[in-house]
């Protein structure tokens, strides 16, 4: 089985200060890992994925996000947020041997203020 | 590239009536779709997945004769609430597949709010 964890259900930050969004996930083969974000009465936005290769990946609108094997983690980050990054950003994980079947996070509600 | 269309964005009807839904890949032949149904502020719940040509699989717990999927072509998937009752009023959430690859990501339409009175 496999499943996501976003501990916090929603983080606050300044405009212009970086800003973590966190992850965490569980899988019985190698994740495939995935970052989107959704606005007000709108579908999910691919932010970014995790496939193999380099641990940070970097996406859309300047975001990036880390892959770290030991903690199975996959925070996402940017170095300056903006107040228009505010919106509900989910995780997700894919086993390799699950087929396509995505498993979400619970989701993070990101609000930056000016 | 890889745009998903959903329709209506937006559903108001009367309890007893049949609602549907439809999800079309733009762009793309989508092998596989996905629905998803969201209640507010919390996170995805998937329905069932279909695949071109065959019968869709449905989640545990989701009734497959009040949800209705069909996917008769590589760019169309529907839902069909049947009998909607005010208890399946939320957020549906339709995303399509481009290949049978886990590695890429699945695209998302921008959803339909069902709201039965």
């Known amino acids: 089985a496999q499943s996501v964890a976003q501990p916090e259900d929603q983080v606050n930050v300044a405009e212009g200060n970086p800003l973590t969004v966190k992850c965490t996930y569980s899988?019985?083969?190698?994740?495939?890992l995935f970052w989107y974000v959704q606005y007000p009465n709108r579908g999910l936005q691919f932010l970014l994925k995790?496939?193999?290769?380099?641990?940070l990946v970097k996406g859309s609108y300047g975001f990036e996000a880390e892959f770290n094997k030991s903690q199975t983690s996959f925070h996402l980050k940017k170095p300056s947020a903006l107040v228009s990054d505010s919106a509900l950003y989910f995780c997700?994980?894919?086993?390799?041997?699950?087929?396509?079947?995505?498993?979400f996070g619970g989701g993070t509600r990101l609000m930056v203020k000016p | 590239g890889a745009v998903v269309s959903q329709h209506p964005s937006w559903v108001i009807c009367k309890s007893g009536t049949s609602v549907k839904i439809e999800c079309r890949s733009l762009?793309?032949?989508?092998?596989?779709m996905f629905w998803y149904r969201q209640f507010p502020k919390q996170s995805l719940m998937l329905m069932a997945t279909?695949?071109?040509?065959?019968?869709?699989?449905?989640e545990q717990g989701v009734e497959k004769d009040k949800f209705l999927i069909n996917h008769a072509s590589l760019t169309l998937s529907t839902l069909t609430v049947t009998s909607a009752h005010p208890e399946d009023s939320s957020f549906y959430i339709c995303?399509?597949?481009?290949?049978?690859?886990?590695?890429?990501?699945?695209?998302f339409g921008d959803g339909t709010r069902l709201s039965i009175l």
């Open positions: 997700a994980v894919r086993d390799w041997n699950a087929g396509n079947m995505l498993t």
């Open positions: 279909s695949n071109e040509g065959s019968k869709a699989t449905y």
């Open positions: 995790y496939i193999t290769g380099d641990n």
């Open positions: 762009d793309f032949q989508a092998t596989t």
């Open positions: 899988v019985s083969g190698n994740p495939y």
């Open positions: 995303s399509a597949s481009t290949t049978a690859t886990p590695d890429q990501p699945q695209h």
